[in-house]
C-alpha cells in the first residue's frame, strides 16, 4: 500500500526532523524495530507530534503490532485529522479486521482529503471484492483497480490484485497480462508467481506452473497449499519422485492436514511403494474419517495389494455418496472379478454401461469384458480397460481433495 513519508514543517524542531528522517528510512529499509526505536524517540520529545505517530503506527503494522498500530493511528488523526495517509493506514488495518463498513468510512474520508492517492482505490477495490463474494463478478471492484492502475502505473500490487480479479472471474487473457506487468514491475512477489502458476495449471502448460510454483518458493510463499498444487502438477508430468519430495516436504509442514497424506500416499502409489503408501492413505483418514476420496484411493490400494474385500467395500463407500460418478464402476468391477465373483463384476459393468454415454471411449472394451465374462466360467485375464491420459485433474487453487462423508 503507497504511503506517504514524513513531511516535517518548520515547527518541528531539528531533533524531532532528525529522528523522523532516520525513522524513515529505516522503514523503507525494512528494519521496523529501528524504525520503531527512531519514531519513538520523537513522540518522547513532542507527544503533540500527529507525524510521529502516524509513522510509528505504520511501523508497528510492519513489526506486526497492529493493536499498537491502531492506537498510534487513532491518535495522529486526534490531533491533526486532515492527513489522507492516515485514515488510509488504519482502514487497511479495518479491512483486514473485517471490520469492511469502517473501513469504507475511512476511505471516503481519506479521499475527501486527496482524491489523487491510488492506494485508496485499491484497497477500496479489495473491499467490494470481500463484500461483494471473492470469485463474484464485481464491476465495482474492477472501476477501484482500474483508477488504481491510473495514479499508480509502476505499482507491482495494483496488478496483481487486479490480474487476480480477472482470474477469479475466467477472463485469463487480462489476467496473465496484468500478471506480467506486475512481475516485470517487481519480479520477486511471490504471490504473484503462484497466482500464475494456477494459470499456467489450469490452462495446461504444466512445466510454466513447476516454474512458477518454484518462483513463488523462492520468494517466500511457503504455505502447504501451494506445495500440494505442485506436487500434483508433478504428477500430472509423470515426475512421481519430485511429487513425492514435495508432498513430504508438505507433510512435515503440515502433519495434522489430511490432505499433505492423501497426495503422499498418491505419490507413495505411483513409485511403486504400495505399502507405504496404505500407510499415508490410513493416517489421512485418522484425520479426516469417513473421507470417500481418501477411501477411493485406499481402494486402488488395496486392488493393488489383492485385498479385494477391503477394495470393494471402499469402492462401494465412494459410490455411494458420488453415484454418478460412473468411472469408479471400472476399479469395483475389476475386484470383483479378481476375487472370482464373475457375476458381481458383469452386474457392475452393465451399471457401467447404462451410465456411460454412447461416446465413452471405453465403451468398446467394456462391451468385450462382459462378453468375456458371460461366456466365462473360468480364470481368464483381468478386464482392466486402457485408459489414457493423465490419472491426475489439477485441483485449482487448494490442491486438495473436499471432505465427502
Known amino acids: 500500500m503507497p504511503l506517504d513519508g514524513p513531511t516535517p514543517t518548520a515547527t518541528y524542531t531539528d531533533v524531532i526532523v532528525l529522528y523522523l528522517e532516520a525513522g524513515w528510512g529505516n522503514y523503507e529499509e525494512g528494519d521496523y524495530v529501528a524504525a520503531l526505536n527512531d519514531f519513538s524517540y520523537a513522540v518522547v520529545v513532542d ?14 503494522i510492519g513489526y506486526g503490532d497492529i493493536e499498537s498500530a491502531l492506537d498510534d493511528l487513532n491518535e495522529s488523526i486526534r490531533l491533526y485529522p486532515y492527513r489522507p495517509g492516515s485514515y488510509l493506514a488504519r482502514a487497511q488495518i479495518l479491512f483486514e479486521e473485517g471490520e469492511f463498513d469502517a473501513a469504507l468510512s475511512d476511505l ?29 463478478p464485481s464491476p465495482r471492484a474492477l472501476e477501484e483497480y482500474h483508477k488504481a492502475a491510473l495514479l499508480m502505473p509502476d505499482n ?21 497480462t496484468d500478471m506480467n506487468i506486475a512481475l516485470t514491475i517487481d519480479p520477486q512477489r511471490g504471490d504473484t508467481y503462484a497466482l500464475r502458476a494456477r494459470y499456467h495449471a489450469l490452462t495446461g502448460a504444466y512445466e510454466l506452473a513447476a516454474e512458477d510454483y518454484q ?27 519430485k ?24 505419490a507413495l502409489l505411483e513409485t511403486d511403494q504400495v505399502y507405504f503408501a496404505l500407510v499415508e492413505a490410513n493416517t489421512a483418514l485418522d484425520y479426516s474419517p469417513g473421507n470417500v476420496r481418501v477411501r477411493l484411493l485406499r481402494a486402488t490400494l488395496y486392488l493393488n495389494l489383492q485385498r479385494y474385500d477391503d477394495a470393494i467395500a471402499d469402492y462401494e463407500a465412494y459410490r455411494e455418496v458420488n453415484p454418478d460418478e460412473y ?12 476375487k472370482g465373483d464373475l457375476n458381481g463384476a458383469e452386474e457392475v459393468l452393465y451399471a ?12 468398446p472394451q ?10 466365462s466360467g473360468e480364470d481368464q485375464p483381468t478386464p482392466t480397460p486402457n485408459v489414457e491420459g493423465a490419472p491426475y485433474e489439477f485441483d485449482a487453487g487448494v490442491g486438495t481433495p473436499e471432505a465427502e462423508e
Request: proline share 2%.
Open 47 to 60: 507527544k503533540q507530534c500527529s507525524e510521529c505517530y502516524y509513522l510509528r503506527g505504520l511501523s508497528f
Open 108 to 136: 471516503a474520508q481519506a479521499e475527501t482529503l486527496d482524491v489523487n492517492i491510488g492506494g485508496i482505490y485499491l484497497l477500496r477495490g479489495r473491499l467490494y471484492e470481500a463484500i461483494d463474494g471473492v470469485g463474484n
Open 156 to 176: 507491482a500490487e495494483v496488478y496483481h490484485y487486479r490480474g487476480a480479479y480477472h482470474f477469479a472471474q475466467g477472463n485469463f487473457d487480462f489476467a496473465l
Open 215 to 241: 518462483a513463488a518458493i523462492e520468494n517466500g510463499v511457503t504455505d502447504t497449499g501451494l506445495l500440494l498444487e505442485l506436487g500434483q502438477v508433478y504428477l500430472i508430468r509423470d515426475e512421481a519422485e
Open 243 to 266: 511429487a513425492l519430495e514435495v508432498f513430504e516436504q508438505a507433510v512435515e509442514q503440515s502433519p495434522d492436514q489430511y490432505q499433505t497424506h492423501y497426495w503422499k500416499s498418491a
Open 327 to 338: 468411472r469408479v464402476l471400472l476399479g469395483l468391477a475389476e475386484a470383483k472379478y479378481r
Open 352 to 363: 457401467y454401461l447404462d451410465a456411460s454415454p454412447e461416446n465413452d471411449p471405453y465403451r
Open 366 to 375: 467394456i462391451e468385450a469384458m462382459v462378453e468375456l465374462i458371460a461366456r
